[in-house]
């Protein structure tokens, strides 16, 4: 029997387990030593594949396609440093719990380290960044070596899948010739079932945490959530009578849901709350909200407050190490637990929270009557316009802040996500093209000019398929959030070059390039107008609003400044 008959069997064996573990769907980066499995998952009736030559793009586009409905994605490259531009994807997918199933084709052993040509290490490429690494045997098609292929397969999916769910990585090394046989079939027919235990909450920890969620309280949430874990989150909210605090990625204020109290400007009032706003509980879902204020603002509170975290993966990331009660459960589990309890809801304490809620957000409104239009505001047109069933991945650093900060509730409901796990600028542009992908709904991504720039080569893929992705680009000409921190006293001869970066780019051509429509947006009217015409009409475009990286600060210096003076009052 060929080598070729022999490779074939044994890959079809692998790509059999992968879709009978719930992977059914690819994003292929083309190469020589991939070309097999590229062949056979690209021919594979059952299997949904995707073309991205750009290694690093493909990781993000796979990645946004995972956010949309945390079903697996399978990323498939070639040997050497094409895996390498995996790497800031897989750490994003590891840090936010994604499950990706990279396949890797590598050199045969006996091209390791002998100085053959796209050779490297690729079995410790992702150390501890993936869940499992996976080194395949050299093809053999025996049965015993057939139902290998196939069980590691399914297994490394289903290790994706079991929470904390993360990405894997299985190693194929492939000899020559790498063509597959067209007219060999699989020979697996087994079946593959794996059952996650149910979880609920114990009766006995219910028993002990009643009484704390009796008490004066606040609930904190930090991570992505979907619609229906956040307006399940908002009425349990309402429910137990305690403030809700959130940043945008976790849909608080979009679920469309406005029962209780939504804390969304906690960037400004939480610096000048006094100790009447202390809670005697914090009840904890996911990491810390984007804003450091939050984080500074519960490290203040008293050692002798109780805090209850809930993590369905039981990582407990407690960066602030306060935490008595860890509890393992999903958002609706531990929430259909209390379905039936009556709690004691204190008004006093809920309604002062209330009241500096509505301050804060009195401040902002003010402040845009008369301010004029630039990347702050326009961040509140649009997040204040977006309708239902849209869709915004918002960039990091002033992207997300400013969501935030100039963010309010609406009731309509629409999703926000993010790529918050390492806070990276790379992939974003292709992260938005997986999630317009998949969910087929009216996109947005709010994006700076550097981290547009970091990933041009993911315009392509909107190209390519066609998405009516509108980009909104807040182009201040550089790193505009280093003019919040510390390096903004550096001298002009330090800042600029290392800090500021001016790009200098012409963006209207960039749109040219890549066949998007561009406009510029130049005053809030054009731009509430230009929002409002791609939700009716959705299209590829870019809508500049440009800026200059001090206006927003000196906005935000003032909006802190008039809170505190009417809050002390």
Not at 369 to 391: G, K, M, N, W, Y
Not at 468 to 491: D, M, R, Y
């Amino acid at each position: 029997m060929s080598n070729q008959e022999v490779m074939t069997d044994y890959l079809l064996a692998a790509i059999e387990g992968l879709k009978a573990a719930g992977a059914k769907r690819a994003v292929i980066s083309p190469g020589s030593r991939s070309t097999p499995l590229a062949l056979l998952l690209h021919r594979d009736p059952d299997m949904d594949c995707f073309v991205d030559v750009d290694e690093r793009s493909a990781a993000f586009f796979a990645l946004g396609m995972t956010k949309v409905d945390g079903k697996p994605t399978i990323l498939l490259c070639t040997s050497g440093t094409a895996a390498a531009n995996y790497y800031p994807a897989i750490c994003e997918a590891e840090a936010v719990n994604l499950p990706l199933i990279v396949l890797t084709a590598d050199r045969p052993p006996e091209l390791r380290g002998v100085g053959a040509p796209q050779a490297m290490d690729q079995q410790n490429l992702y150390g501890s960044h993936v869940k499992k690494m996976i080194e395949m045997t050299v093809p053999e098609n025996q049965p015993n070596m057939l139902r290998y292929s196939f069980w590691q397969a399914a297994n490394c999916v289903t290790k994706a899948k079991k929470q904390p769910q993360g990405p894997v990585q299985i190693n194929f090394p492939l000899r020559e010739p790498l063509l597959p046989d067209f007219e060999r079939q699989s020979k697996i027919q087994q079946p593959f079932v794996y059952v996650d235990p149910i979880k609920q909450l114990s009766q006995e920890m219910g028993q002990q945490l009643l009484p704390h969620l009796q008490k004066k309280g606040v609930i904190i949430v930090g991570e992505s959530l979907t619609l229906d874990q956040a307006k399940c989150l908002r009425l349990f909210a309402a429910k137990i009578g305690w403030p809700i605090i959130g940043d945008p990625l976790t849909n608080l204020a979009t679920c469309g849901v406005e029962s209780g109290v939504f804390i969304s400007q906690a960037d400004l009032l939480l610096p000048h709350v006094d100790a009447t706003f202390q809670p005697d509980v914090v009840l904890r879902f996911g990491r810390l909200p984007v804003t450091k204020n939050v984080l500074l603002w519960l490290n203040r509170l008293p050692e002798s407050a109780t805090w209850v975290f809930v993590d369905p993966s039981a990582q407990w990331q407690d960066q602030l190490h306060r935490a008595n009660y860890l509890i393992e459960a999903e958002i609706d589990v531990f929430v259909s637990h209390w379905q039936d309890q009556q709690f004691r809801i204190d008004h006093d304490w809920i309604t002062q929270w209330e009241a500096v809620q509505d301050a804060a957000n009195q401040i902002i409104t003010d402040q845009f009557t008369s301010h004029p239009f630039d990347e702050s505001q326009s961040v509140r047109i649009l997040q204040q316009t977006l309708q239902a069933d849209a869709q915004i991945l918002l960039a990091n650093s002033n992207a997300i802040r400013f969501f935030d900060r100039y963010g309010s509730e609406t009731s309509k409901p629409y999703r926000v996500y993010g790529n918050r796990g390492v806070n990276g600028i790379d992939g974003l542009i292709s992260t938005v093209a997986g999630i317009a992908m998949v969910s087929q709904k009216p996109t947005y991504l709010l994006i700076g000019d550097l981290a547009l720039y970091h990933d041009m080569n993911g315009l392509q893929l909107l190209r390519q398929y066609h998405l009516p992705v509108t980009i909104v680009l807040l182009n201040n000409n550089g790193g505009g959030i280093f003019s919040f921190l510390s390096q903004n006293t550096l001298s002009p001869e330090d800042f600029e070059p290392l800090f500021g970066t001016p790009l200098n780019l012409d963006f209207n051509k960039v749109a040219a390039l890549y066949e998007a429509n561009w406009t510029l947006a130049e005053t809030a009217s054009m731009f509430q107008a230009q929002i409002e015409a791609s939700l009716s009409q959705p299209q590829f475009q870019i809508i500049e609003v440009r800026g200059t990286q001090t206006e927003p600060v000196l906005l935000w210096e003032n909006s802190q400044k008039l809170f505190a003076e009417g809050w002390s009052k």
